[in-house]
């Protein structure tokens, strides 16, 4: 704490102090209720920070990102994915030597117990694989040793690492009528995104072998996807830690809030809105007129962020693979066209520009894991790949620091105290 506010009311003033955390402060307002029987109001918690955090910060006035102080683009040219993922997880990049062991130990937890495979094969095929891996994720915790003491933790989170990647991938080989695995495929310990492509991509009796950079770009949309404060899904995640909901099922309400399409759902939204906006003759001033009427409900997916008010650094980056990608693999690509077109007449229109609704990561995402073969559907299940360490990290930081448990006020606005007559 650094300092003091006095709040005026009703000619009483009240002392509140301020919180200061590395860039922001805030007004604690915890005992406000206590003290003067005022709560506050803050539909969407836009302007409340509920939580200290270490992880990740976002300047969105300037347009930045930070994983445990170093900014994402730095993190994307020189880390790779598990290296970050080490970073995000134990606040510090790895040696060498820790390096070895957490890529080692990821490898080593992938086996499922082989009744997963069964209870797979259940689930109708229409369902969406964001609604499996979620009903997976909880159903793993029954398959794993409970043995839940403080020194057994850390193989949880490794059992996580490994396990919701080989999920994904079944999940995928389902969809695709690709067998499952017989024999369990070798693995570069060093290397996961080659490993997560293999997993999704290999078929029996034919020699593996996948261009050195999709696994390049992959790895780095992975990175840009890794931690983002205290968003929806995180949030999730931390409200569950602060219960005491064990790890798996945190992880699971996770999921499922970041299947929401204005979450990590807008990911598959943003592709299906240009596949539309392509077959009606790619005419994106009608569709941006669209966006700024506000009687009709359609929004621009893959634009706008609640604390961007700036370019999102990650949509840029994406944005730059995406265009390496298809210039190198020699795709032509009118999504990719038409989302330039769009990001191009939307940033020159006075709507988007005064509100400050610039692409974020979800714009361009999609046409890269399209370029390397990954389905629609599956697009938020990558997204849970990328989030997953950061997720981790989050309940993890909970569980040590005992945050009091969430549990936010309302403004009742129900009927006053009455009988039944
Ligand atoms: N298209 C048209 N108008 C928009 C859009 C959009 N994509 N985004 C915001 N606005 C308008 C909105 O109508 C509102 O206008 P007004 O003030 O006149 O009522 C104003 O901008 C503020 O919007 P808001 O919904 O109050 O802002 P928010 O911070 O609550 O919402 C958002 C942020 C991401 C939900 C929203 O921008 C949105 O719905 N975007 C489309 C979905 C999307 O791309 N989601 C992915 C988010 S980034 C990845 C992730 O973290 O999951």
Redesign the pocket.
Known sequence: MCSIINLDIDGCIHKLPLVCGTFDKAIDISKLRENTRFITFDP?L?NTAFTKSSISFINGENGELLYRGYPIDELVKKCSFIETSYLILNGELPNKKQLKFFSKKITKYIVLNKEIYGILNRFPESYHPMGILSSFTNILFAFINDDTSSEKEEDLYFHLLAKIPMLAALIYRKKKGLPFFKDYPTLKYNNYTYNLLKMFFSVPDRPYSINSLIIDSLDKLLTLHID?EQ???TTTVRLLASVRSNLFSSITAGINA?W????????Q??IEMLEIILKDGGNVKKWINK??N?KDP??????????YKNF?PRSKIAKCLAEYLILKLNISDPILELAKELEKHALKDS??FD?K?YP????YSGIIYQAIGIPKDMFTVM?VLGRLPGWIAHWKEIKNNIDPIGRPRQIYIGSKKRYIS
């Open positions: 969407g836009k983002h968003n929806c899904s970041l929401g399409k204005l979450h990590g759902g807008a990911n939204a943003v966006a700024k506000k359609f929004r621009l997916m893959g634009f706008g962020h609640r604390i999102d709507y988007f509100k609704i974020n990561i979800d714009f997204f």
